[in-house]
């Protein structure tokens, strides 16, 4: 029919307007890959005409709404109200609040004494408006290519700015549903710490009301590893368990049909209100009440076309929602079990079917998964058959069932508590156990653009060859081609790359050889701690090597080290040491003499004697060869150990260019090796100075006898060191030497390629 028009065909070019809207214009002509479907609807000429009308409206609406990020300026006073996911942590109050002119701004409140922050603590944030005094503030730069970046994180939250408040002008109490809701979820959330067991409190917290803050690292780690994360929030699977538990209640207890799915469409977008409004909450709901209206007869459409219009309407609403993962993911998945549905249909066995749904879900999120997160859990096909129906048939009722019972009948949910737990605490053993076990993940880094869109393209073959019934081995070919020229990708480089990361103020150096023969890792950053904890240390640290180190390595696909290099015991180059062997294999460790006596060396022990990794004590003389590169160590001497002067000196020299690494190395240790080496012709060479360009190091006779070609200072922005100490800085100025930080420049990889060598900063 000329008059019939599909909704999904109108509503593509929405999404394809958000990214063109934020990005390059040229995104748009992606829009043309809609031309053949419109070439088979040939009697349909209303859909192309929507479609190019809804390209354009929606590119203009959305370019109208990008915020324009704030650059640090004057003091100014602003009004605003905290959403949900503020949260106290240390002496900081922080999280995304909304000002009295609807802008969104990333806010920060520190509190001046503790009496303050237990005042806080005691109250309901968001159901407050406060008005406060302060500045916005540069946004801190990202680490490396992997690594958080703040102004995404702002872009993809729809945000102005960070906004820094000095202290409160005043604070009033908002009024309306919208903060009803939210503090009905805030006495909800207070109401499970109070009466749940502390071990269920995280569980019943993301499965009740979306809330999964209180979730520790590791346990996320775990999660990640076996690829079950989405059972803790609350999804499609989980809105439509409630919705059929709820519907079949109140069929049960004599209600109509029509009257019960009327007041499911009431109470739904409630409920996701409640459960705090994630994309995921709100794309079920949204969904499961089309379903309710095209099954009671007052609307009709297709499902595909349901799931298209409820995504359009939030880019056109929020339209940096698209940026988000979780948005991504969670439409994804909804779109590619719908258009599956001929592929699920001809399977007979529930199994069958429930290995496809995690099959082909997993498919067809891969592409994105890798984008964000550089890995992809291969456990997780076998593994979700377990845990999906254990979650949705056991955990998910049973939470609602004590939720309720702690509230109704306190006596008997203690009872069932008592049966429970300890069942619930065996799985999260067994849970434990499976995530430890090796080869899980597959990690091949962020796909380069044309690898990425090889990617995509074969996902669309393997669908479309499996659903017209084709040899099944013959199309996951599709898949299998791409994810090989992925995984080898890196071992086709012939280049040395080593990267200085920005860890702040410590050292982590990453070396990787041509073609991905070896990868050695030096130092791993840290943080140096003073005094004991007090009411301003934040809850969870900052760890440098889960935060930093860690995504750069599975961001450039390295899944293992060769050699970790610990060049010395201080905090600020192992304390990330323990989060890195924790995530990635590590075939051996290299330490200076005697510093495993140390205090900081402790859990790195501890880590590699349970993963078994081998700890050698590396002195001068030891050397290796691999290819072309030979790896000397020059320093130090055996004996005791003396601290900064103790450091493994690393001499890595190719056929052009050659490294020094020093880690901390001091004035005595810079003199041993100008006397030792005097003779020695050190070349075309590039010079990690020693302890961040400390005054006790690079020694201006050092620096002479070196006389690098470039020199690599390591050490964070605004430290409380005073590093680079200028007299260090004017020994380089007087001998007419190049110096590049990482403090100024990020991260900084030296890409050496024959006899020339590029350079390649973050920022």
Not at 438 to 444: I, L
Not at 707 to 719: A, F, V
Request: proline share 5%.
């Amino acid at each position: 029919m000329i008059g019939e028009i599909r909704p999904i065909y109108v509503c593509i070019p929405v999404a394809v307007s958000a990214f063109a809207a934020y990005g390059p214009v040229q995104i748009l002509l992606l829009n043309l890959l809609l031309f053949p479907v419109f070439l088979r609807r040939k009697k349909d000429l209303l859909t192309p005409l929507f479609a190019l009308t809804a390209t354009f409206f929606s590119y203009f609406l959305i370019s109208m709404q990008i915020p324009e990020l704030k650059q640090a300026g004057t003091p100014i006073t602003i009004t605003l109200t905290w959403t949900d996911q503020v949260k106290i942590d240390g002496g900081v109050l922080k999280g995304f609040a909304k000002t009295n002119s609807n802008e969104i701004v990333y806010s920060k409140l520190k509190f001046t004494n503790e009496k303050q922050k237990r005042q806080f603590e005691d109250i309901h944030i968001p159901s407050y408006q406060f008005t406060l005094s302060g500045a916005f503030q540069d946004l801190p730069p990202a680490a490396h290519d992997y690594s958080f970046n703040m102004e995404n994180y702002l872009k993809a939250n729809g945000a102005i700015g960070m906004f820094e408040a000095e202290q409160i002008a005043n604070y009033k109490k908002n009024t309306g549903i919208q903060t009803v809701l939210s503090e009905h979820r805030w006495r909800v959330k207070q109401h499970i710490k109070d009466n749940f067991p502390e071990s269920l409190v995280v569980e019943a917290e993301s499965l009740l009301i979306g809330d999964r803050s209180g979730m520790d690292e590791e346990l996320a780690a775990s999660y990640r590893t076996l690829g079950i994360t989405h059972l803790f929030a609350i999804s499609g699977l989980h809105v439509g368990l409630l919705t059929f538990l709820f519907r079949a209640l109140l069929i049960r207890l004599s209600l109509r049909k029509e009257t019960v799915d009327t007041l499911l469409v009431i109470l739904l977008p409630l409920y996701a209100v409640i459960a705090g409004g994630a994309p995921s909450v709100w794309r079920a709901v949204s969904v499961t009440v089309l379903i309710l209206l095209t099954a009671s007869g007052r609307f009709r459409m297709r499902m595909d076309d349901a799931l298209a219009v409820s995504a359009a309407c939030f880019i056109l609403l929020q339209p940096w929602v698209a940026f988000q993962p979780g948005f991504q993911l969670s439409y994804l998945a909804a779109f590619s079990l719908v258009y599956s549905t001929k592929i699920l249909s001809r399977q007979k066995s529930g199994l069958a079917i429930s290995f496809l749904v995690t099959m082909i879900t997993q498919l067809a999120l891969y592409p994105v998964i890798l984008y964000h997160f550089y890995e992809l859990s291969l456990s997780s096909f076998v593994v979700n058959l377990l845990y999906v129906p254990i979650y949705s048939v056991i955990i998910l009722p049973i939470n609602i069932l004590l939720l309720l019972l702690t509230y109704l009948s306190p006596s008997i949910a203690a009872i069932i508590f008592f049966i429970y737990e300890p069942l619930r605490n065996w799985l999260g053993l067994f849970t434990e156990f499976l995530s430890s076990l090796p080869y899980q993940m597959w990690v091949p880094g962020k796909p380069p653009a044309v690898l990425a869109a090889l990617i995509v393209m074969g996902v669309f073959l393997f669908f479309i060859s499996f659903e017209r019934g084709k040899n099944p081995f013959r199309s996951f070919c599709f898949i299998l081609v791409p994810a090989v020229v992925l995984h080898i990708y890196p071992y086709l480089d012939p280049s040395l790359k080593v990267t200085f990361l920005d860890v702040g103020q410590g050292d982590a150096i990453v070396i990787e050889l041509p073609h991905r023969q070896k990868v050695y890792v030096i130092d791993t950053g840290g943080n140096v701690n003073f005094g004991e904890p007090n009411w301003r240390t934040p809850e969870k640290e900052f760890e440098v090597g889960r935060k930093i180190v860690v995504p750069f390595l599975k961001g450039r696909g390295i899944n293992k080290i060769d050699k970790l290099i610990l060049s010395h015991a201080d905090s600020d180059h192992i304390e990330g040491a323990d989060e890195v062997l924790e995530e990635i294999s590590v075939k051996e460790i290299h330490i200076s003499p005697n510093s495993e006596k140390e205090l900081t060396m402790e859990e790195v022990l501890h880590i590699a004697i349970e993963k078994k990794i081998p700890i050698f004590a590396m002195n001068e003389g030891y050397h290796w060869q691999e290819g072309p590169t030979v790896f000397s160590y020059i320093a130090p001497q055996k004996g005791l150990y003396k601290g900064n002067d103790s450091s493994l000196v690393l001499l890595m020299e190719t056929s052009g260019l050659s490294f020094l690494f020093t880690g901390d190395l001091e004035f005595e240790g810079e003199k041993r090796i100008v006397r030792e080496y005097e003779h020695k012709n050190w070349g075309q060479l590039i010079l990690k100075a020693g302890h961040h360009g400390s005054r006790t190091s690079s020694s201006d006779a050092f620096i002479k006898t070196l006389h690098p070609e470039l020199t690599i200072l390591s050490y964070g922005r605004n430290n409380r060191y005073g590093h680079p100490h200028p007299e260090v800085l004017a020994t380089f100025e007087q001998n007419n030497l190049q110096t590049i930080s990482t403090a100024d420049y990020g991260s900084i990889t030296i890409t050496v390629r024959k006899d020339r060598y590029s350079i390649q900063t973050s920022r």
